[in-house]
């Protein structure tokens, strides 16, 4: 991992909400909080990064299909760790739960989502070294 990978781990990389109908809930969130958004093109369809007014991308709106299928409909946040393989196992070993096993996120690195003992959902990742 980079230095500066390295000095990420433990933040908020990302968060992202994963739904059926993401056009639909990219035009609400377009009319809500005045987000525009940017496709991000995938396997047959385009998810969306979502936009400030400043045009700073600050989360994705996601079809649960692909790499997403399984993922609960909620606003998922990913905290950045060192290594996901360790940190899964601590989630267990510590009273959490592993909902969706580590897997690829493209080119960027990889990821898993878990509960922890109080019923919270995140995802974990890690970056691509």
């Not at 019923?119 to 990742?125: D, I, P, Q, R």
Request: proline content about 4%; aromatic content about 8%.
């Amino acid at each position: 991992m980079s230095e500066g990978e390295s000095k990420n781990a433990g933040t908020i990389g990302w968060v992202d909400l994963t739904v059926p109908d993401a056009a639909a809930i990219r035009d609400f969130y377009q009319k809500v909080v005045g987000w525009t958004s940017t496709d991000v093109a995938m396997s047959g369809y385009n998810d969306y990064c979502m936009n400030a007014a400043s045009g700073a991308t600050v989360a994705g709106v996601c079809h649960s299909r692909g790499t997403n299928a399984g993922l609960p409909p909620m606003w998922l946040v990913y905290i950045t760790v060192r290594n996901l393989d360790e940190s899964a196992r601590a989630c267990t070993e510590s009273g959490g739960e592993i909902l969706v096993a580590p897997k690829a996120a493209g080119e960027m690195g990889r990821y898993c989502v878990i509960r922890d003992p109080a019923g919270a959902v995140a995802a974990l990742f890690e970056a691509s070294r």
